[in-house]
């Protein structure tokens, strides 16, 4: 089993930045001590479908964007310390949405979210105008 606590989400003007933290806890490591899990961050708005934000491959090797969050969003993670995080520069009021980390078996397809199984609670992100 794996356990995915996200932090970091809160109330900020357009324009402005935030640093989202995802912290992974369980087996996240093979027995070689190579990571398990590509991770990605999801964002669901009221009324609107889950949608892909961003990935990052077992390694930290490739990462992903959504075209929406391309060039403003970073997503980065530290496999020593078992987190994945996610900076958001240039926020626009469309970029409210709860936030969601997720993980899944490393290979395979990345963007979908019907190939993550392991989510965490969320995290609210508001943009004001």
């Known amino acids: 089993q794996v356990q995915l606590v996200e932090s970091g989400g809160g109330l900020v003007q357009a324009g402005g930045s935030l640093r989202l933290s995802c912290a992974a806890s369980g087996r996240t490591f093979s027995s070689s001590g190579i990571p398990m899990f590509d991770m990605a961050w999801f964002r669901q708005a009221p009324g609107k479908e889950r949608e892909f934000v961003s990935a990052i491959t077992w390694n930290g090797g490739r990462t992903y964007y959504a075209d929406s969050v391309k060039g403003r969003f970073t997503i980065s993670r530290d496999n020593a310390k078992n987190t994945v995080d996610l900076q958001m520069n240039s926020l626009k009021v469309e970029d409210t949405a709860v936030y969601y980390c997720?993980?899944?078996?490393?290979?395979?397809?990345?963007?979908?979210?019907?190939?993550?199984?392991?989510w965490g609670q969320g995290t609210q992100v508001t943009v004001s105008s």
């Open positions: 997720a993980a899944k078996t490393r290979g395979g397809g990345i963007v979908q979210k019907s190939e993550y199984y392991y």
